[in-house]
């Protein structure tokens, strides 16, 4: 039993595409999302939304990019304030063959509500008159939250991922006739692609944070959740919150020449230290 067990796993590997866990494939092609646009503003803060505060960004990160590493092709989701759906931005990233798609958000924490005792008012219950407690509700969206988190794709999306990646699977494996949906051994190749994906998602958020971390920036960490936008690309990727916009001194930070600098800079050493590893 043993040695049958282990001829399947000898089997397995054999159909195991190397370039989907081994390191030297060139990061050529990045794409770069500025979330919400258009109609959909985000986030807002006292005086900005998030749509036109990720939208600076990218395109700073971008011109940076493109002046230092000549070697890459970067592809926007968008350059202005329009709103390409969730769909239209990893079908960007598909047709184009990318290799790493990164998305940039804004931060928010969700409202408080307290209710505040106003005083009494007299109403009729039948033939009685009663009294009733007023309470003013106060919405409070200011926060004292601050810092940056990164998010890559979680498990239970794993099958629109999967979807993803056989669907581009000739961009995705660079090997013709590899992904065959006729083969029974597809999809242990696509599951395998998934996961190295999402190892190396993870690898370039934790580059990102690291960045962060040394400006001074608290760090929240990567962490997963079922995003559309990155459940749709076959490729990695990771969404970065880069401040919270309903702090209003991070919102000035995040507003002021110094802090889009910074937060670019964090981003793009993150995206090279990243680019290194894959291709070392």
Known sequence: MRILLLL????????????ASANGKKVAKIVLDAGHGGHDIGARGKYSEEKNIALSIVLRLGKMMA???????????????????????HEIANRANADLFVAV???????RITKVFEGYRTVKKGKKKVKQRVYKIIRHHETATHGTESYVLGLHRNSQKEDAIGEYGENVTEEPG?????????????????????KRSVSLASDIQRQFARQGRPD????????????????????????????????????????QTEVTHAIFRGIKAYKAEVEK
Do not use: C
């Open 178 to 198: 590899l992904l065959n949906e006729n083969d029974p051994q597809t999809a242990i190749i696509i599951s395998q692609y998934t996961q190295a994906f999402l």
């Open 67 to 89: 002046d230092s590493m000549p070697d890459v092709q970067v592809i926007y989701t968008r350059t202005t304030d329009d709103y390409p759906s969730l769909k239209d931005r």
């Open 105 to 111: 958000h804004v931060n928010s924490t969700a409202d």
């Open 220 to 259: 929240f960490g990567v962490k997963q959740k079922g995003l559309e936008v990155l459940a749709g690309s076959a490729m990695p990727g990771v969404l970065i919150e880069i401040g919270f916009i309903n702090n209003p001194e991070e919102e000035d930070y995040l507003n002021s020449e110094q802090g």
């Open 8 to 19: 399947i796993a000898f089997s397995l590997t054999i159909f195991v595409p190397f370039t």
